[in-house]
């Protein structure tokens, strides 16, 4: 695996000149900005041969290290048992604000507004029109990245087989789309919160955990049954998502059948009851 940070702040063109002579590569329009002191980014590796002198610069320049991920070999995606799942987010939920969708999408009886933990769904979701899938075929929503949408054919073809479910999805006017339909994942599983950063909701005062994004996905107290699962814990700043995890038969089912728009972080197998 690597861990790659993205980094972005205004410089001088002075800092500018010392950050490309250490191999740093801006991100594209960085070049069409004349003022004074542009604004830049760019993603660099900790590995990255000047990686340490970078550090220091930062430090001298009063820069933070900004936000890291994770990249991981196809060994080491093709060699996890499980996977969580994360897709292309294609346009927003209808109507496109946050009280809007939910009010017409989940029963929040039980719901914290704050952080959604108790919102549940029972109404389809509404999306503007047909998805435009551009050769991918599996999606998630903007706001709504614990929820996967996918063609007919797809479901039929790869997940059905999985005994994964399906439910219709509709337009603005409540009317059936043909082209796109949701997963329905009913299991919950428990990951392990130890060493995970917890986030006290302060209206329910319930726990959300920031996201993991250096290293796996934190390991499970229980192996899922079914082939997809989500896990109980809510993740994220706001409102918390739940993390979609699906089994490595699952995911070579995907890439079997063509299915673009997928991506996966391995979860973490350190218990002994997750070992092969």
């Known amino acids: ?23 740093i590569k801006f991100l594209p329009g960085v070049e069409k900005h004349d003022e004074p002191e542009p ?18 610069l930062l430090q001298q320049w009063g820069k933070k290290l900004g936000y890291v991920r994770t990249e991981f070999t196809q060994h080491e995606i093709d060699s996890a048992r499980w996977l969580q799942l994360a897709a292309w987010g294609n346009g927003y939920p209808q109507p496109q604000d946050l009280e809007g969708y939910t009010n017409v999408t989940y029963d929040l009886t039980h719901a914290c507004m704050k952080c959604m933990h108790g919102a549940v769904q029972n109404a389809p979701f509404r999306i503007k029109g047909e998805p435009k899938w551009n050769r991918r075929g599996i999606m998630t929503l903007i706001w709504v990245f614990e929820e996967f949408f996918v063609p007919p054919a797809v479901w039929e073809t790869v997940f059905k087989p999985f005994g994964i479910g399906c439910r219709s999805v509709t337009n603005r006017k409540g009317i059936e789309l043909k082209t796109v339909v949701q997963l329905v994942v009913d299991e919950e599983v428990d990951v392990v919160t130890d060493g995970l950063t917890p986030i006290s909701c302060d209206a329910c005062g319930r726990d959300k955990y920031q996201w993991v994004t250096r290293g796996m996905f934190p390991p499970l107290v229980k192996e899922p049954v079914a082939a997809m699962a989500k896990t109980r814990q809510l993740f994220g700043d706001g409102w918390g998502v739940r993390g979609v995890l699906i089994s490595q038969e699952l995911a070579r089912a995907l890439t079997a059948h063509n299915v673009r728009g997928a991506e996966f972080t391995p979860v973490d197998a350190a218990l002994p009851a997750l070992v092969a």
């Open 1 to 23: 695996m690597k861990f790659i940070h993205r980094i972005a702040f205004h410089v001088t063109r002075a800092q500018m000149q010392e950050l490309g002579s250490l191999g």
């Open 39 to 56: 604004f830049v980014g760019f993603d660099i590796a900790e590995d990255h041969p000047n990686w340490l002198l970078l550090c220091s």
